[in-house]
């Protein structure tokens, strides 16, 4: 008997209260929870990271099955840009180019 690969579901593009969302990070995580059709979010407020580094940490603690991962969307010179697995917020209003550096050498995919 062979088994299918299982395809996971993502949303990488979601605000919380600390920017310009209109829900805070127990709330989407409820959701989330609720829905039960994502594996993965991604919490990646406008110029931060602390409410995705809460999300993260509730969403362990609480025993949720979704994945956080940790983004910031960042104001560029270019536009926005969607950072994901980062530590640390990354500086805003720079070139597009010297961004995606800034995410790469915080280890983070841009």
């Known amino acids: ?30 959701h989330v929870e609720a829905r039960g059709d994502l594996d993965v979010i991604s ?5 931060r990271i602390d409410a995705a580094l809460a999300a993260q940490s509730m969403a362990r603690d609480r025993g949720l099955r979704v994945e956080v991962v ?27 180019r010297t961004s995606i550096l800034a995410v790469h050498d915080a280890g983070g995919l841009a």
């Open 70 to 96: 940790v983004g910031e969307e960042i104001t560029t010179l270019g536009g926005h840009l969607l950072a994901l697995f980062l530590d640390r917020p990354i500086r805003p209003y720079r070139s597009m």
């Open 1 to 30: 008997m062979t088994t299918e690969p299982r395809v996971g579901r993502a949303d990488l593009h979601i605000h919380s209260l600390a920017s310009d969302g209109t829900a805070g990070v127990e709330a989407i995580l409820d």
């Open 43 to 47: 919490i990646s407020d406008h110029e």
